[in-house]
């Protein structure tokens, strides 16, 4: 049927630049769907629906669920989507300050590499450190095979990197005083982890390098 009045799903794909099939997902899923289907099975959408679909790919773009989309399409209410509007408001302010976050970590980090790089050989320094919590590890002993014990690393690691958002921490190995000054007597140790923030573990052994000078 060719008529001025309507769109063929091409046509109207072709003005958003989107596929036929994302119309198709958007009427199957009752979202959006053509004026009327011919007695062929032919799709068409009227001129106005062109502005529709205009709000539904302009919110598409935001990230607005097509769960929110399909309530304010229905009601067309100002205050849902004022509300919409809202909530994508809160999470990008979220993601600001986690951006900033990781901006002034990665900050730190060039830092402290810098101090690393500039780190005098010859000399002593004491250096005023904050208070620092650090998780211990089971203890591993050297007898157990390779494999296990690289499980019971990854098992401590697994906190760390499982936090939903980025986490500084140091990670290092702590073998006993009286063992390590004599060789070939160290039979076990300990990974411990300093992260800068609470880790969520099950009976964790933790102890607290208080602060001072180091």
Known sequence: MK???????AELAKLFGISKQLLLYYDKNDIFSPEFVDE??????????YFTLQII???????????????????KDINLLK???RNKQ????KQIEELLYLEKTMQQKISFLNDIQNLPLNQILLEL?????????????????????????????????????????LMGFHYDSNEFF?????????????????????????????????
């Open 57 to 75: 790919i302009s919110l598409r773009k935001l990230d607005v669920s097509l769960k929110e989309i399909k309530a304010y399409l229905k009601s």
């Open 182 to 214: 004599y060789e070939g007597l160290i039979t076990q140790y300990n990974v411990f982890i300093s992260a800068n923030s609470k880790l969520h573990y099950n009976n964790p052994i933790k102890k607290t390098k208080e602060k001072g000078l180091y």
């Open 83 to 85: 509300d919409i509007y």
């Open 40 to 49: 062929n099975g032919y799709r068409f959408y009227v001129l106005s629906q």
């Open 3 to 9: 008529d001025s009045r309507y769109f063929t799903p």
């Open 129 to 169: 450190q904050e208070e620092e919590h650090l998780y211990f590890s089971e203890d591993i002993s050297f007898q157990t095979p390779i494999k296990h014990r690289m499980n019971i690393l990854a098992k401590h690691m697994l906190p760390v990197f499982s936090h939903p958002s980025f986490q500084e921490y």
């Open 90 to 93: 809160q999470e990008y302010k």
